[in-house]
């Protein structure tokens, strides 16, 4: 079992900045790929940011790429999100989640363990 546990989320304005942690725990030893999701109210959950177990191949969705950074921390078993140029459509909870599999994964149903969200809001 993998736990996961987000912070850092908040009210920023557009054009501001942010920086959303996740911590992991328990079996971590089976985690590859670590990414980020969000949700914005009535959508359903879309793929931000992929970064594999070494940290050196990520991946992002075409809305954030350019603005947001995702890095990991193995020593510290954590995975982070640097959010930047921030816009009002980037409002929604932000999820962390884990993969076991190491061919790049961006579909929901590719990540066995999630996080409870954070709330990130961006004002116009």
């Known amino acids: 079992q993998v736990q996961l546990l987000e912070s850092g989320g908040g009210l920023v304005q557009t054009g501001g900045s942010l920086k959303l942690s996740c911590a992991v725990s328990?079996?971590?030893?089976?985690?590859?790929?670590m990414g980020w999701f969000r949700q914005a109210p009535g959508k359903e959950r879309e793929f931000v940011a992929t970064?594999?177990?070494?940290?050196?191949?990520?991946y992002y969705a075409d809305s954030v790429k350019g603005r947001f950074t995702i890095s990991r921390d193995n020593a510290k078993n954590a995975v982070y999100l640097q959010m930047n140029s921030v816009k009002p459509e980037d409002t929604a909870v932000y999820y962390c989640?884990?993969?076991?599999?190491?061919?790049?994964?961006?579909?929901?149903?590719?990540?066995?363990?999630w996080g409870q969200g954070t709330q990130v809001t961006v004002s116009s």
């Open positions: 989640a884990t993969s076991p599999y190491a061919t790049r994964p961006t579909t929901l149903q590719a990540y066995d363990s």
């Open positions: 328990g079996r971590t030893s089976s985690i590859v790929h």
């Open positions: 970064i594999s177990r070494s940290g050196t191949s990520t």
